[in-house]
């Protein structure tokens, strides 16, 4: 039940964007950074997951958690929070769920800053 609450608040956020762009709240340049980046997060937990599974036989470079942090920070985290969900990859990692719905947070407040300053501007 959470698993798909997580899937469609994300999903939702990435049309809410799309909405604001055909409203001409924004520009193209919003919805598609975020739905870029979301993909580019999303792809890069798959190729980490699958990396992680070689583990288990091989020695294998993985990428870091910082790194699919700051993807998360940066704007890709509707990506990876479906990525979470749906490949089950780093959702059970307490202090990463910690770190990803920090990023989340400020993600959400700086958007909701700027359209409220936004708002108020016009």
């Known amino acids: 039940m959470i698993k798909k609450i997580l899937i469609i608040f994300a999903s939702v956020f990435i049309g809410i964007l799309w909405l604001a762009y055909l409203t001409h709240y924004t520009s193209i340049y ?52 479906i990525a979470q969900q749906l490949l089950r990859h780093k959702s059970q990692k307490q202090r990463f769920i910690i770190v990803l719905w920090v990023c989340i947070l400020i993600n959400l407040s700086v958007i909701g800053f700027l359209g409220y300053v936004l708002l108020v501007r016009n």
Do not use: M
């Open 30 to 81: 919003v919805p598609s950074y975020v739905s870029g980046l979301s993909a580019l997060t999303f792809l890069i937990y798959a190729w980490d997951k699958r990396k992680a599974k070689q583990s288990t036989h091989k020695k294998v470079n993985r990428i870091s958690e910082r790194t699919l942090q700051l993807f998360a920070l940066f704007g890709g985290w509707p990506g990876a929070l």
